[in-house]
């Protein structure tokens, strides 16, 4: 491989913000290729991949980390995704939903601790209708009326979105997991769409949601172009938030056997969104931190600038696993926050008290 063809594409990312499949293919398979001295060699291509990421994510958003709190409401849910602990097949999960109460009094400790934007998640689960959230939500904006307030519940009808946006939401994550129809059909049961998905991503946009879409790296059976296929779907998207995450597998699930995805790959993807999409809220997701102790202080070396702590309350908050061996790190306490706030500077950021709102840039 010629390192100077790798240097010159990370030059067309950086001026661009985009490039051919040939040259993105590259980067993504640069594990898979033979270079003259190795591990070495990979690892400093890597690092001026990263470099080139930080300079364009300085450009655009300096070194402010914006902090989510994180709030996984239920951990029940109707779908079967055959990569995820919470599954409603998965009849060893020990369930919970939390009660409005609660989860106004995980917002009023977040608030104190400095959290201005609130991450409702959990699985799809019918017990909350939309008069439940739409009361849950407008409660938290009259509480908290300077904060933003995200949703991460799933797929719904567009009604329903609408109604949540008028109670006080303002972002809604919904990643697409995958943008190739086989690859899609290889992870969920048929009762699932990705065009219904999709339609889903593009209801929430026309709406007027700040909204975020993603994908794991890594997962069972995905291919290089499976991967060229989610940038080019996030290209038509535009989303103001892309999370990404190495799959990580569950023992209670169909994929208890598969790998775990690369942490190397997962970091050059955060580094190659970043170049493609300058504007864009890329989360050091819980998964990095998983797969390795540094994970998200890499993440942010490499491009992202959003971390999400979590909130849940501590007698459920380890039921809600998606995957093995999540982290729950006790970070929403005090002492918890000074800590990552310390880690965060060590990497040459800071975190900072904000809604972190995107930056539009198209």
Not at 6 to 16: H, N, R, S, T, V
Not at 109 to 120: E, H, I, N, P
Not at 122 to 137: A, L, P, S
């Amino acid at each position: 491989m010629q390192i100077q063809v790798m240097k010159e594409i990370i030059g067309i990312l950086a001026e661009q913000h985009n490039a051919e499949d040939d040259q993105l293919k590259k980067w993504i398979a640069l594990e898979g290729e033979t270079l003259k001295n190795g591990k070495e060699e990979q690892e400093s291509l890597e690092e001026e991949l990263f470099q080139a990421a930080d300079k364009v994510r300085r450009a655009v958003y300096g070194d402010e980390v914006y902090i989510r709190g994180l709030i996984e409401f239920t951990n029940y849910c109707r779908n079967d995704c055959y990569y995820c602990g919470i599954r409603c097949g998965n009849l060893q999960a020990a369930r919970y939903r939390l009660e409005k109460k609660e989860i106004l009094d995980c917002c009023r400790d977040g608030y104190r601790l400095g959290f201005r934007t609130f991450v409702l998640q959990g699985g799809e689960d019918g017990f909350y209708t939309d008069n439940i959230i739409c009361d849950i939500v407008s409660s938290i904006r009259e509480q908290h009326s300077d904060c933003a307030i995200t949703l991460s519940m799933g797929e719904k009808e567009k009604n329903s979105y609408k109604e949540y946006f008028k109670a006080g939401a303002n972002r809604y994550l919904l990643r697409h997991e995958t943008a190739s129809e086989d690859h899609y059909r290889k992870l969920h049961p048929d009762s699932m769409s990705l065009l219904n998905r999709k339609r889903c991503l593009f209801d929430l946009k026309e709406i007027g949601y700040q909204v975020g879409a993603g994908f794991m790296v890594g997962s069972p059976y995905q291919t290089t172009n499976n991967l060229i296929a989610d940038l080019r779907f996030l290209q038509e998207l535009k989303p103001d938030m892309i999370g990404i995450g190495p799959y990580i597998t569950h023992e209670q699930t169909p994929f208890a056997c598969m790998e775990n995805g690369s942490l190397s790959l997962t970091l050059r993807l955060l580094s190659i969104l970043r170049l493609m999409f300058p504007y864009a809220l890329l989360p050091a997701t819980t998964a990095l931190g998983t797969i390795h102790p540094d994970g998200r202080e890499l993440g942010l070396r490499a491009g992202a600038n959003v971390v999400m702590p979590n909130l849940t309350p501590r007698d459920v908050r380890e039921q809600y696993t998606l995957y093995k061996n999540k982290i729950c790190t006790g970070l929403e306490d005090a002492q918890g926050i000074e800590l990552l706030k310390k880690k965060i500077k060590q990497t040459g950021y800071r975190i900072v008290i904000d809604r972190g709102d995107v930056k539009k840039f198209y």
